[in-house]
C-alpha cells in the first residue's frame, strides 16, 4: 500500500529563517509526486509536480527537490503569508482500481512569525 | 481561485440522514475526484470519474455513491449518515486523469449532529 510521511508535523520558522519540509514515501512505481499549500478551511492548491529522481522545481520563495525515496520543499527567507499547512502526495503507477489516485500525508504546518 | 465549484459550503444535518455534495469541474476537465478530509485521516480519496464512467475507486463506504452527468459535473450523496462522517468534503478535477494536476474546490464542510 502506497505511504506517505511528512516531517515536521509543525515547523515555526522567523521571517527570513530559511528551512525545509520533508515527504517521505513508499509507493509502488511512482508516477508523480504532488506538493500543495492550504490554508484553513480552503481547497488545497497546487504547487509542484516532480515525476522523477532529481527532478527540481521553483516558484517565488518555494523549490521542490525529488529523490527515489523522498522530496524535499525547501523555503527560502519565507515570510508570513507563507504560513499554511504544507501536503505532499504520490500518484502511483499502478493504475487499475487506483487509477487516479492520490495518496496524501498528513501535513506539515508551517507558521513565520514576523 | 482554481475554477472547480462545490456547493453547499456548509452542510448541517442529523444522523440517519441523506444528503447530496454537488462539484462542477474547471471548462475542459474530464475527470473528477472526490476526497474527504477530516482531522485524524487526513485527505482521503474516495472515488474518481472520467467523463462519465468511474475510473477508480478508494476506500469509500456503501453509504456513499457519486455519479459524473453528461456535463461533466458530479455528485457525491451520503446516505445513513453518521457523526463519524463529519469532515470537509472536496473535489478536484483534472484534464485528462494519468498524472496531470488534479485541482481542488473549495469545499463542502458537513457538520452530522
Known amino acids: 500500500e502506497d505511504q506517505v510521511t511528512q516531517s515536521p508535523e509543525a515547523l515555526r520558522l522567523q521571517e527570513g529563517e530559511s528551512s525545509s519540509l520533508n515527504c517521505s514515501y513508499t509507493v509502488s512505481g511512482l508516477r508523480g509526486l504532488f506538493w500543495y499549500r492550504q490554508d484553513p478551511g480552503k481547497g488545497p492548491e497546487f504547487l509542484f509536480t516532480l515525476y522523477s529522481a532529481g527532478e527540481e522545481k521553483e516558484k517565488e520563495r518555494l523549490k521542490a527537490t525529488l529523490t527515489k525515496k523522498e522530496s524535499f520543499l525547501h523555503i527560502t527567507a519565507p515570510k508570513p503569508e507563507d504560513s499554511a499547512t504544507y501536503l505532499c502526495?504520490?500518484?502511483?503507477?499502478?493504475?487499475?482500481?487506483?487509477?487516479?489516485?492520490?495518496?496524501f500525508g498528513q501535513g506539515t504546518i508551517l507558521t513565520v512569525h514576523p | 481561485d482554481s475554477g472547480v465549484t462545490q456547493t453547499p459550503k456548509h452542510l448541517i444535518t442529523a444522523t440517519g440522514q441523506r444528503v447530496t455534495l454537488r462539484c462542477s469541474p474547471r471548462?475542459?476537465?474530464?475527470?473528477v475526484y472526490w476526497y474527504q478530509q477530516s482531522l485524524d485521516q487526513g485527505l482521503q480519496f474516495l472515488i474518481q470519474y472520467y467523463n462519465g464512467e468511474e475510473r477508480a475507486k478508494g476506500n469509500i463506504l456503501e453509504r456513499f455513491s457519486a455519479q459524473q452527468f453528461p456535463d461533466l459535473h458530479s455528485e457525491l450523496n451520503l446516505s445513513s449518515l453518521e457523526l463519524g462522517d463529519s469532515a470537509l468534503y472536496f473535489c478536484a478535477s483534472s484534464v485528462v486523469g494519468i498524472t496531470d494536476t488534479q485541482y481542488f474546490g473549495p469545499g463542502t464542510r458537513l457538520t452530522v449532529l
Open positions: 502526495a504520490v500518484q502511483a503507477r499502478a493504475g487499475g482500481t487506483s487509477y487516479g489516485k492520490l495518496t
Open positions: 471548462s475542459g476537465d474530464l475527470s
